[in-house]
């Protein structure tokens, strides 16, 4: 087989996957004018490695077929609650966060680096090129010894290992083991992890890959997205969402927050990877920083120089100069960032959009 049939077969299979073929290639062609090793960063729950390796393998195999090379960084959680109750050392997590003893940290980097090579060598059995980056990725600090032992608060991503991995065509698979100034190995949370990588690496697309494939509702039906400035507050105190789901909107929301506002987190299933990717509707949850919505009925209260940015921008060409002054406004609604807005007058009893 050619060098180049297998990404033209792949094609091929996506596009027989997909309703919209021109979707599918738009996407395509945006996703490979991008720096490949800031594609995108894609974060695996433990419960997905112990559950769906396979399916990730393919998902992740798939994506260097069509060329294109994500970051990969994955927990492990439930493999460590295992191996400690076969060793017999008591569970103890505080604020969502494991205590990290000498003895929990020595199972941690067992079973996080079996973990990882298990996924990269299902990765090459998939066909594709994976590379192993258990350690040497996140700097870290002690977040708080006292209480939490060998955890640690990631304060950086160092990227070479990274780039190396993907200048040589091969998806880096990273586990969440940090290393402190003087070389302490330590125990840090996935997804913050994954906030240190993104705000060094500023890749196009962030996904988190889990059991359920989304936020789910009260009746377990997933929420297609999630707009954190107008439903962050009710959404995390629903008693229907549980405690790792809340904790996982959390740190999204504090990534986000740290991000441009046009960033977004997809919360999706591995199988579901590809229709994420490349199709506009996606699969899964769309979690967006967002904007709230301003009314008023007063020109007074609107930045008038933003407006007229607006309207010229929405337009492709200036307002002219006396629109804004002539205009009889009955209602304005618009973002409070100035992204998106409407203008609503009177003339007569009607109203004029």
């Known amino acids: 087989m050619s060098a180049d049939t297998e990404p033209r077969r792949a094609i091929i299979r996506l596009l027989a996957l997909m309703r ?13 004018q991008i720096d490949q090793s800031r594609f995108a960063v894609i974060k695996v729950g433990g419960a997905v490695l112990r559950d769906q390796r396979e399916t990730l393998a393919d998902a992740l195999a798939f994506l260097q077929s069509v060329g294109l090379t994500p970051v990969v960084v994955h927990g492990g959680g439930p493999q460590l609650d295992a191996a400690l109750k076969a060793a017999g050392v008591p569970e103890d997590k505080r604020g969502g ?7 929990v940290l020595r199972h941690a980097r067992e ?7 298990a996924l990269v060598d299902a990765v090459r059995a998939a066909g594709a090129r ?18 939490l032992g060998l955890v640690g608060a990631p304060r950086a991503a160092r990227l070479e290992l990274v780039e190396s991995a993907a200048r040589a065509g091969a998806i880096p698979i990273l586990t969440s083991l940090g290393t402190t100034a003087d070389g302490q190995i330590v125990n840090v949370n996935a997804d913050q992890a994954v906030r240190a990588l993104v705000l060094a690496l500023a890749p196009y697309k962030i996904v988190f890959l889990t059991g359920t494939g989304g936020v789910l509702n009260q009746n377990g039906e997933i929420l297609t997205t999630v707009n954190l400035a107008t439903e962050y507050d009710d959404l995390v105190a629903q008693p229907w969402l549980h405690g790792g789901m809340k904790l996982k909107i959390d740190e999204i929301k504090e990534l986000l927050d740290q991000l441009p506002l046009t960033s977004s987190v997809s919360i999706t299933r591995p199988e579901a990877l590809a229709q994420e990717l490349f199709t506009h509707g996606g699969a899964g949850t769309l979690v967006r920083r967002g904007e709230k919505i301003l009314t008023s009925e007063s ?19 200036g307002a002219a100069p006396t629109w ?5 406004l009955a209602r304005a609604y618009v973002t409070e960032n100035y992204r998106a807005g409407a203008f609503v007058s009177s003339i007569g009893e009607a109203a004029y959009l």
């Open 111 to 117: 079973v996080f680096t079996a973990e990882n090579l």
């Open 97 to 103: 966060l494991r205590v990290t003893t000498p003895e």
């Open 130 to 147: 994976a590379a192993a980056v258990p350690t040497g990725v996140f700097e870290a600090d002690l977040a708080d010894p006292d209480r």
């Open 299 to 317: 020109k007074a209260d609107l930045d008038a120089p933003r407006v007229h940015d607006l309207v010229s921008q929405a337009f492709g060409r």
């Open 324 to 328: 804004w002054s002539n205009l009889v």
């Open 20 to 32: 919209d073929g021109k979707e599918v290639r738009a996407y395509l062609q945006r996703f490979s």
